[in-house]
């Protein structure tokens, strides 16, 4: 059984920055793909940013590109997501997502479907 723990939400000022991260675990296959997905109130959720943990390719959404950066550990079985200049439409609960086995990327645009495996996220909030 797949396991995602997420750490690293919380309360950050518009402009700042936070650092969140998923431990993974239970993967039976060496190949598959990892994502962040966010939820803000009475909207859909939507992907963030996704990576391959094969090739470390990424995939971003339009809105946060050049601004987050997803990363994996050398083990692969930890992923981040750098947050910089924070904006307050940023606020959300973010998720991770797994898929295995995956041999490709998915992109940051592909329906939810496309993720079997959840967390049970965190909080971000972007506020003075």
């Known amino acids: 059984e797949v396991q995602l723990v997420e750490s690293g939400g919380g309360l950050v000022q518009p402009g700042g920055s936070l650092r969140l991260s998923c431990a993974a675990s239970g993967f039976t296959f060496d190949d598959y793909a990892m994502g962040w997905i966010r939820q803000a109130p009475g909207k859909e959720r939507e992907g963030v940013a996704t990576i391959y943990t094969d090739d470390s390719t990424t995939s971003y959404a339009d809105s946060v590109k050049g601004r987050f950066t997803i990363s994996q550990d050398n083990g692969k079985n930890t992923v981040h997501l750098e947050m910089n200049r924070l904006k307050p439409e940023d606020s959300a609960i973010y998720y991770c997502?797994?898929?295995?086995?995956?041999?490709?990327?998915?992109?940051?645009?592909?329906?939810?479907?496309?993720?079997?495996?959840w967390g049970q996220g965190t909080q971000v909030t972007v506020s003075s």
């Open positions: 997502a797994a898929r295995s086995p995956c041999y490709a990327l998915i992109p940051a645009t592909k329906p939810m479907v496309w993720w079997p495996d």
